[in-house]
């Protein structure tokens, strides 16, 4: 069963804590994205990468990282210096290069912070 | 950089109802994509437009991309309890690649019976 795979499906942020979340996929897609999502708003980028070793930051990347050593996986760094973190996170993959660009998302993490 | 805007914020109707967002984008796009989140989901993908002044049907959905390549609409024929969500255009300056889409601000649907 192909798809995207993100966990843990909750997790909770102390003050001055790191947290990673997980997004993992099948497709065979190239790219990858990670965006976050406030109450209410759309979607907003906070890195993307279009293949294995290379990433790029997107709209609102200060306060997180990532990495991608493989091509199924791009984890989500939240780092301490991120001081509103609490806010749905949701990942998405999709092909490169081909006529229609659709992006597929996970079921995303939802972030609190205690 | 590049700004899309969606109204309205907000819709509510009774079944049955017609049902239209409309999508501004601050500069020129390649293609527009169309997506539908449900109340606790995650954004769906609908469609696709590329062409200028492209009209898509999926049964009782509509989509439209403007001539300038600006703007798009969806517009929902009769609705149904079932296309209660949240609709968001997404625009993409170019093609080809893992390019950054930009979504749109997204327009809440609740219909009521």
């Known amino acids: 069963d192909g798809g995207i795979t993100q966990s843990p499906k909750?997790?909770?942020?102390k003050e001055?804590?790191?947290?990673?979340?997980?997004?993992?996929?099948?497709?065979?897609?190239?790219?990858?994205?990670?965006?976050?999502?406030?109450?209410?708003?759309?979607?907003r980028l906070i890195?993307?990468?279009?293949?294995?070793?290379?990433?790029?930051?997107?709209?609102?990347?200060?306060?997180?990282?990532?990495s991608?050593?493989?091509?199924?996986s791009?984890?989500?760094?939240?780092?301490?210096?991120?001081?509103?973190p609490t806010a749905f996170y949701l990942c998405a993959s999709s092909i490169v290069g081909g006529r229609?660009?659709?992006q597929y998302f996970g079921p995303g993490t939802r972030l609190l912070v205690l | 950089g590049q700004q899309v805007m969606q109204i309205p914020q907000?819709?509510?109707?009774?079944?049955?109802?017609?049902?239209?967002?409309?999508?501004?984008?601050?500069?020129?796009?390649?293609?527009?994509?169309?997506?539908?989140?449900?109340?606790?989901?995650?954004?769906?993908?609908?469609?696709?437009?590329?062409?200028?002044g492209e009209v898509k049907k999926q049964k009782r959905l509509t989509f439209q991309f403007g001539e300038a390549k600006?703007?798009?609409?969806?517009?929902?024929?009769?609705?149904?309890?079932?296309?209660?969500?949240?609709?968001f255009c997404a625009g993409s300056g170019a093609t080809g690649t893992a390019s950054k889409l930009t979504f749109g601000t997204g327009t809440r649907l609740q219909v009521t019976l």
């Open chain 1, 10 to 13: 909750y997790l909770f942020r």
């Open chain 1, 16 to 43: 001055g804590q790191n947290v990673t979340l997980s997004c993992e996929q099948n497709l065979n897609h190239d790219a990858m994205y990670w965006y976050r999502q406030d109450p209410g708003q759309g979607l």
């Open chain 1, 47 to 66: 890195y993307y990468s279009q293949i294995v070793n290379d990433f790029q930051k997107g709209d609102i990347a200060e306060g997180y990282s990532v």
């Open chain 1, 68 to 72: 991608r050593e493989k091509k199924e």
């Open chain 1, 74 to 84: 791009f984890p989500l760094t939240v780092t301490s210096a991120q001081k509103n």
């Open chain 1, 100 to 102: 229609q660009e659709t």
């Open chain 2, 10 to 52: 907000y819709q509510h109707v009774q079944e049955g109802e017609d049902f239209t967002t409309y999508c501004n984008s601050s500069t020129t796009l390649s293609n527009i994509q169309w997506y539908k989140q449900r109340p606790g989901g995650h954004p769906v993908f609908l469609i696709q437009l590329v062409k200028s």
């Open chain 2, 70 to 87: 600006k703007n798009s609409s969806l517009h929902i024929t009769a609705t149904q309890t079932t296309d209660v969500g949240t609709y």
